[in-house]
């Protein structure tokens, strides 16, 4: 009989809601019929009501409870775990000596020089197990023991993906089946919800503010749908920090909040954050996985918005049986990111050690930050009494509503490229794209200050006009 692994928390609450809680969780899991041995989680433990599974099969979809691993891939992860006087017949890899490559180098920004030795030439230009490379592997979790706290890496994982975009692909394949409710952020990062779309979901939208998703419409709507024996949502999509679009940070307070009806609910949570290095605050927020002590957060990481978007380098971290799954996935599909890739991020985080990579991120915060202040300026300048905004904590974006005007499709689409200025339309951050949306988003990244103080000029130009032609229709 297989025994599953149920875990729960003593401290600050009522047996008795423990057990009944327990006892619906497990029926919903459908493993009542199977051994359960009960382990108490630590005292510490800023959650209470909690039961998980520890193979996480009541989440899986059925391609991801199918898939199985290539046995050509797991033997190459094998082979890399070899020496290298180990005699290898068996896989089917090119010889790097027919490769026209001799030596790879690369310069930073300070003038530091940083070349790959012979032995990580060779490594930079072969397969890779699907995981990605190992001795990357290990920094990145030096990376995360650092900034979310210790994880216990016996009962979590990290699979180095192709940016997290890749990652949150493989999670929304692993969990979502057709017609499945999800909840998500409105508005929320477009291509997110693209990847929702193929499965034609229940969207679950919660209303955003400048704290970011507001905590009380998630938990009625849990709640509605319960009383109403709704089908309930297995994920929830956020994008806690400097949101795309809204350019907001889920206040620590309300992710407890949030992690607290995830438990309640039993529903993961697909923690999107490759602007976590670019908020505005004094500190850094405490992310999910911080407070994860069940497993059902699978925390997406990125290098493209601190390092380089064209390295394509992300990781995904969570409960060691999602990130198996997401692997499998992997071997069948992209194989691995980049190897050179992986190699130059792994020379670099070296070269810079944890203090390093500390002062990097404070570099590019502090010149987001001033990108933003200078936006913030001439929007003020511009656009009052034109438009309502709330000041970004994060990220590259100003999350913009035009008074006045019910839809700015038009107004994005046609007047503002005619003035040779671009934003983008609201519509495209919302589950359905053709309804109006008063909004647009502003992006401080790329564009220079003059660049700015012209580009929102105009856009106050196109707002005048589309307004005028309203009145005189």
């Known amino acids: 009989m297989k025994t599953k692994t149920i875990k729960y928390c003593l401290a600050s609450c009522a047996v008795t809601n423990k057990l009944h809680f327990s006892i619906r969780v497990l029926s919903q899991m459908r493993c009542l019929s199977k051994t359960v041995s009960v382990v108490k989680c630590s005292t510490g433990c800023s959650v209470r009501n909690y039961v998980t599974e520890n193979d996480g099969s009541y989440f899986f979809n059925k391609m991801a409870a199918n898939r199985k691993p290539s046995e050509l891939r797991e033997i190459a992860t094998l082979v890399a775990k070899l020496p290298a006087s180990a005699i290898n017949l068996g896989v089917g890899y090119p010889d790097v000596n027919t490769f026209p490559f001799n030596g790879i180098s690369f310069e930073l920004v300070t003038g530091e020089c940083i070349k790959l030795s012979d032995k990580e030439l060779a490594v930079a230009l072969q397969y890779l197990p699907s995981l990605g490379y190992n001795l990357l592997l290990n920094k990145l979790k030096e990376i995360q023991d650092y900034f979310h706290g210790p994880q216990d890496w016996n009962t979590r994982g990290i699979l180095i993906t192709c940016g997290a975009q890749e990652g949150l692909s493989k999670s929304v394949d692993m969990f979502m089946q057709h017609g499945d409710p999800v909840i998500v952020p409105q ?62 940070v889920i206040a620590d307070s309300r992710k407890r909040e949030i992690y607290q009806l995830a438990c309640q609910y ?75 890739s992986q190699i130059m991020a792994y020379k670099l985080l070296v070269q810079w050690g944890i203090e390093g990579l500390k002062l990097h991120f404070e570099r590019v915060k502090k010149y987001y930050r001033q990108k933003r202040d200078h936006m913030l300026r001439a929007v003020e300048q511009n656009l009052s009494g034109l438009a309502e905004w709330y000041e970004p904590t994060g990220g590259m974006f100003l999350w913009l509503k035009i008074k006045g005007l019910e839809d700015t499709r038009h107004l994005v689409t046609s007047t503002c490229l005619a003035k040779m200025v671009i934003f983008a339309p609201g519509f495209a951050f919302a589950t359905d794209t053709k ?16 660049e700015i103080d012209k580009g929102i000029a105009l856009l106050a130009e196109a707002i005048r006009e589309e307004l005028k032609s309203i009145k005189t229709q």
């Open 187 to 248: 508005p929320a990062y477009a291509q997110a919800l693209d990847l929702f779309r193929a499965y034609e979901p229940d969207f679950i939208r919660i209303s955003q503010d400048a704290n970011g998703v507001v905590v009380d419409e998630m938990q009625n709507a849990l709640k509605t749908r319960k009383l109403n024996n709704q089908p309930m949502p297995k994920v929830m999509y956020l994008n806690p920090t400097g949101s795309n679009p809204a350019g907001n």
């Open 266 to 340: 039993n529903i993961v949570i697909l923690e999107d954050d490759p602007y976590y290095f670019l908020n505005f605050l004094e500190k850094n927020p405490a992310s999910f996985l911080s407070m994860d002590t069940e497993g059902r957060v699978i925390r997406l990481d990125s290098f493209s918005k601190v390092m380089s978007s064209g390295l394509r380098l992300g990781f995904a971290t969570g409960s060691a049986s999602f990130i198996r799954k997401m692997e499998l996935a992997m071997q069948n599909s992209s194989l691995h990111p980049s190897s050179l």
């Open 435 to 450: 309804k109006p949306s008063p909004y647009i988003r502003i992006s401080y990244s790329v564009a220079s200050t003059e």
